[in-house]
C-alpha cells in the first residue's frame, strides 16, 4: 500500500482524528501534514485550547507518519512541550517528521504551528514497529 492509502485507511476508522476535524495536507513516508480548526468547545476554563487538543493533533501525525512506512507501528513514548497559547479559531498545522528509523523503532518530531506560521508546540514521539505489514484489502 501506498502512504495515502495507508493513511486513508486508518483515518477513516479514526473517529476520533474526525471528531478534531483534521485535514490530511500531506502524507509522504515517514512524514505527514495535518491541519485543525480550534473550535469552542476544545477550550479549558482559561478561554484557551486545552492542551490535551495539540497534543492530540501531534499524536495523530505522529501515527499517521510512522505507520506511513507500511508497518503497523504504535506509540510507546510521547512528550510535548506548549509555547504559546492557543485559541479558539486558530487554525493548527501538525508537520510530523522521521528523525530516526530502526527496525523496530521510529523516532519522530511533531512541530505545532498556528496560522501566523508560530510554533505553539513541539511534540516528540517513540514508536514500535510491529511485524505485520499494512495490506490492501482483497
Known amino acids: 500500500m501506498t502512504p495515502e492509502e495507508i493513511v486513508d ?4 476508522g479514526d473517529t476520533f ?3 478534531l476535524g483534521i485535514k490530511r495536507l500531506e502524507t509522504t513516508a515517514g512524514r ?3 491541519s485543525m480548526e480550534v473550535r ?4 479549558n476554563g482559561f478561554g484557551i485550547a486545552h492542551g490535551g487538543i ?3 493533533l501531534a499524536d495523530s501525525a505522529l501515527a499517521f507518519a510512522s505507520n506511513s512506512q507500511g508497518r ?3 506509540s510507546i513514548e510521547t512528550g510535548i512541550s506548549h509555547l504559546q497559547p492557543v485559541r479558539p479559531g486558530d487554525i493548527l498545522t501538525a508537520i510530523a517528521e522521521e528523525e530516526n528509523l530502526s527496525g523496530r523503532l521510529g523516532h519522530y518530531r511533531v512541530r505545532v504551528m498556528n496560522q501566523e506560521a508560530g510554533m505553539v508546540a ?3 514521539g517513540t514508536v514500535f514497529r510491529r511485524g505485520e505489514e499494512w495490506q490492501a484489502p482483497t
Open 9 to 12: 485507511k486508518m483515518y477513516s
Open 32 to 34: 505527514c501534514v495535518l
Open 72 to 74: 503497523h507501528a504504535v
Open 40 to 43: 469552542g468547545d476544545m477550550l
Open 54 to 56: 495539540t497534543y492530540s
Open 17 to 19: 482524528s474526525q471528531w
Open 122 to 124: 513541539i511534540f516528540r
